[in-house]
């Protein structure tokens, strides 16, 4: 390194490095700063997610060059940056974020910055437990052996006035044929709806609902707090029979959602993962990390199910492709490389089970299992309490939707033997996409 050198930015810059197969990568769209060029950028970036600082050191080894991260690839705004191994420690989430999600966001040489894609080589994959169990072991749960979506309802509005008001729904939806109730994410233990209150009711019709229709039912029920008191409210679902927690992963972060993998696992718990907080930095094109990059940090720490999105139809935002290959990363054992995209080996820890949410009802089902398969899970809020005829009927009018799909017979022809399935199409129609 020259005496002369003020920074050594560029030296973290080497486009004829080949990546092992043991590294970390990333893959970032970067825009520099005015007066900064994309080279200037991309060397920042790899100086300060691994070894570097802002000017040269006196203090460098060997050992310390031999860590630097590197760029191995510029093309127009995409940054390929590779990583030793040893810059992580195995195991720990929060270290991988304040590494390669960390400081780099704020340097003046950027004006924007967005993560893409992330790569895991097999020793670090191994190092997680992954999911506990799976797409398979969720429906496994609740004895589902017919080739359709698992269903949850969320109460609407998002907060039920009581605990029992939450739960008679809960048997409303579940007598219609739904197989779990769901809390909101913003329904923790509010004064009129406390947290106990609320799961010893909504077990208490759970069991009734079980012995009415002969099918196994649950409830995603969120624990999301302070992470002790997540323990103990985990320690109450199991207590009063339940089989699932739910947990606002990313509001309560990636150190609490590893503890509650492990909690789940004490339990005999599966470990529902609420997107709550995503949009915040997935949602602009140009800036934050991509939902893709957060879904495969996500089945590292162990969730067994997570939100994707509704694959372009319904209220959220997300187009097809995007949820589909979301779908594909978190639910395949070896992903290949697409387009811009890494391949990933998941080196045997299991799937997660994919969620589908926001503006669901009974005429968007078909073209959404069309374009997602019947091993997801579909969580239908409006479009079942916004039913004319009432919650069980828009449970009746879901179930009569899969139906159809799983028969092939379109929704119209399907609605002239369902009261309830006609009544929802007459107030949402039916959606496909363009």
Request: proline letters at 5%; hydrophobic letters at 40%; aromatic letters at 8%.
């Amino acid at each position: 390194m020259s005496e002369e050198k003020v920074d050594w930015y560029l030296d973290f810059i080497d486009l004829k490095r080949q990546p092992a197969k043991d590294e970390i990568q990333l893959l970032f769209k970067a825009t520099p700063a005015p007066g900064y060029s994309i080279e200037e950028a991309a060397g920042r970036i790899a100086s300060e997610s691994s070894v570097g600082t802002w000017t040269t050191l006196s203090t460098v080894t060997q050992d310390t060059l031999n860590r630097m991260a590197k760029v191995y690839k510029i093309a127009g705004d995409l940054v390929y940056v590779t990583y030793p191994l040893e810059l992580f420690e195995l195991g720990s989430i929060p270290q991988l974020f304040s590494s390669v999600f960390g400081n780099i966001y704020g340097m003046k040489a950027v004006a924007r910055l967005r993560v893409l894609d992330i790569r895991f080589p097999r020793e670090y994959v191994k190092s997680f437990k992954g999911p506990q169990f799976g797409h398979k072991g969720a429906k496994e749960i609740l004895k589902i052996k017919e080739n359709r979506p698992i269903i949850a309802t969320v109460p609407k509005p998002k907060l039920s006035p009581s605990a029992e008001a939450h739960a008679k729904i809960g048997y409303e939806i579940w007598l219609g044929g739904e197989d779990l109730l769901k809390d909101d994410e913003n329904l923790t233990s509010q004064p009129f709806i406390k947290f106990e209150d609320r799961v010893r009711e909504v077990f208490k019709y759970r069991d009734k609902a079980e012995k009415e229709t002969g099918e196994r039912k649950s409830a995603l029920i969120n624990v999301t707090s302070e992470t002790e008191e997540m323990k103990r409210r985990a320690k109450l679902v199991k207590d009063y029979g339940g089989e699932f927690i739910m947990i606002d992963f990313l509001t309560a972060g990636w150190a609490a959602t590893q503890t509650m993998r492990e909690v789940a696992e004490e339990l005999g718990l599966a470990l529902y993962a609420h997107r709550a907080f995503h949009a915040a930095f997935t949602k602009l094109p140009d800036h934050g990390a991509t939902m893709l990059s957060i879904a495969k940090v996500a089945r590292l720490a162990g969730v067994d199910f997570l939100h994707i999105g509704t694959a372009g139809i319904g209220k959220m935002e997300g187009t097809k492709s995007d949820v589909i290959r979301i779908k594909e990363e978190i639910t395949l054992d070896k992903v290949p490389q697409e387009d811009i995209y890494f391949e990933q080996d998941w080196a045997g820890i299991k799937p997660i089970m994919p969620v589908s949410s926001g503006g669901l009802h009974p005429g968007i089902i078909p073209p959404l299992l069309d374009a997602l398969g019947a091993d997801i899970a579909i969580q239908v809020g409006g479009g079942v309490l916004g039913h004319p005829m009432g919650p069980r009927a828009g449970a009746k009018a879901v179930r009569d939707a899969i139906d159809a799909w799983n028969k092939k017979i379109p929704l119209q022809e399907y609605a002239e033997k369902s009261k309830e399935l006609k009544a929802a199409l007459e107030k949402w129609g039916t959606q496909s996409y363009a």
